[in-house]
C-alpha cells in the first residue's frame, strides 16, 4: 500500500536552506544540473506537501516533464496460491508453490478456525482473487463481504455485495454532482442525499460519461440479484450461495473494471511496464481527479519509491527542467530510462547532508565581518 506521506523533496525542507542570492549547491542529478533551491521559479521542494500538493502543481516549472503516478492499491491473490501446482512445472517452482500452499492454509485456519476448514478453502478458491483497485471508500466493506463469504455466511455477503454496490453508485453522484452542474439532471439530484434507483443513477452517471463501457451492464446484473434477493423470494433459500458468489464476482468485476490499476481503463498512458500513469488529457476528468490523483505522487521518469514504517513515498528529483512531454514521449523515457539515475534514499540522504554543509558553510562565513571563513 502506499500513503501520502512527505517526499524526501519535502523532507529536506526542515533542513537548513542556502539563502536566494547564493549559487545553490549542485547535487547528483539525471543528466542536468539540479539546484537545491529554485531561483525565480517554482519547484515541486517549494511546495509545503511536495509531490503530494496537487492543486499547487499547476505553477511548478517543470510541469510538463511529470505525470501522476498512483500507488495505493488494495487487492488479495490468496485464492491463487491454493491452486494444485501444474503437472509440467519445474520441480523448484512446484517446491515453492507447495510451500507457499501451505501457509496460506495455515493462515486460514488461524483466521476462520479448523471446524469447517475444508469448506473455507473452496470458498476462497471459488471466490478468486479479491478486484485489484486503487483505495477508495469500497475497499474495506467489499472486504467484510468476502470474509462474510468464506465464513459461511453466505446472505449477509449476499446482501452486503449489493449493498456496497447501490453505496458505489451513490458515491460516484455524490461525489462528482458539483462538477456537473450545467447538466440537465442537476436539479433533480443536487439536494439528494441518496439514490435508491440504479436505472436513474446509471443514467445520470452514462449521461456524464463517467463509468467505462463495460461497468453499466455489470452494474445492471447487480441489480438482478439485488432486487431477487433482497426483496422476499422464497427461491433464494436454495440459492444463496450461488446468488452470493455471484453477486461478489460481479461487485469486483465493477470496482475491477473502473476503480482498476492494470485493465487498460483509458486515462493511463499505454507501454509503461510495471507502473501506471495519469495521461495529462486525464488529469482534470473529474473521476480522476477525485479519485485517483488524489493517491499519486506527481513524477519525472526518474522517480524512485521507498518503502517506510507508514508505507510507500515516492522519491524523485526537485526539478526536471522546462518543456513539455506529450504521453508518448514519457512512457519511451520511462521505459528507457537509465537506472542508475532512478532516485534512492541514499541519494536523497547523500543530498541532504550537502545541503547542510553547505548551509553550515554559509553560516559560518556570515560570522566574519571581513566575510572571510573565520580562522580556525
Not at 460516484?172 to 454532482?177: E, H, K, Q, S
Not at 500513469?277 to 521507498?306: N, Q
Request: aromatic fraction near 10%; hydrophobic fraction near 35%.
Amino acid at each position: 500500500m502506499a500513503n501520502q506521506e512527505p517526499t524526501a523533496v519535502e523532507d529536506k525542507k526542515s533542513l537548513p536552506a542556502a539563502t536566494k542570492d547564493r549559487v545553490a549547491a549542485e547535487i547528483e542529478s539525471n543528466g542536468h544540473t539540479e539546484r537545491t533551491v529554485s531561483e525565480g521559479f517554482i519547484t515541486v521542494a517549494d511546495l509545503p506537501r511536495g509531490l503530494y500538493d496537487h492543486e499547487e502543481h499547476v505553477s511548478v516549472r517543470d510541469r510538463g516533464r511529470r505525470r501522476y503516478h498512483p500507488f495505493a492499491y488494495d487487492f488479495d491473490s490468496t485464492p491463487m496460491s491454493l491452486d494444485d501446482p501444474g503437472e509440467h512445472w519445474e520441480e523448484k517452482v512446484k517446491a515453492l508453490h507447495i510451500e507457499n500452499r501451505n501457509k496460506a492454509i495455515e493462515r486460514l485456519k488461524a483466521e476462520y478456525g479448523e471446524r469447517r476448514h475444508a469448506q473455507v478453502i473452496q470458498d476462497t478458491k471459488d471466490l478468486g482473487s479479491k478486484a485489484f483497485s486503487i483505495v477508495s471508500y469500497h475497499n474495506l466493506m467489499h472486504e467484510q463481504a468476502r470474509r462474510a463469504f468464506v465464513s459461511g455466511l453466505y446472505f449477509p455477503a449476499l446482501v452486503a455485495a449489493c449493498a456496497l454496490g447501490e453505496r458505489v453508485l451513490n458515491h460516484l453522484i455524490l461525489d462528482l454532482r458539483d462538477y456537473y452542474k450545467s447538466s440537465p439532471h442537476y436539479r433533480r439530484i443536487y439536494r439528494s442525499e441518496s439514490f435508491d434507483d440504479w436505472r436513474f443513477a446509471l443514467r445520470v452517471l452514462g449521461d456524464w460519461g463517467v463509468l467505462l463501457p463495460e461497468v453499466g451492464p455489470a452494474f445492471i446484473e447487480l441489480a438482478v440479484l439485488r432486487n431477487r434477493s433482497v426483496h422476499f423470494n422464497p427461491a433464494t433459500y436454495t440459492t444463496m450461495r450461488e446468488d452470493a458468489l455471484s453477486a461478489l464476482k460481479t461487485l469486483g468485476r465493477i470496482i475491477q473494471l473502473q476503480f482498476g490499476a492494470f485493465g487498460r481503463q483509458p486515462w493511463f498512458i499505454e507501454n509503461t511496464p510495471g507502473a501506471q500513469f495519469i495521461k495529462r488529457a486525464y488529469e482534470d476528468v473529474p473521476f480522476v481527479k477525485t479519485y485517483i490523483a488524489p493517491l499519486s505522487g506527481f513524477v519525472g521518469v526518474e522517480y524512485g519509491m521507498d518503502l517506510t514504517e507508514r508505507g510507500w513515498r515516492h522519491l524523485d528529483y526537485h526539478d526536471y527542467g522546462p518543456g513539455d512531454l506529450d504521453d508518448d514521449e514519457y512512457a519511451r523515457l520511462y521505459r528507457e530510462r537509465d537506472h542508475s539515475k532512478v532516485v534512492t534514499r541514499e541519494m536523497v540522504e547523500r543530498a541532504a547532508r550537502a545541503q547542510v554543509s553547505a548551509a553550515v558553510e554559509e553560516g559560518a562565513e556570515s560570522t566574519d565581518p571581513r566575510g572571510a571563513a573565520p580562522q580556525a
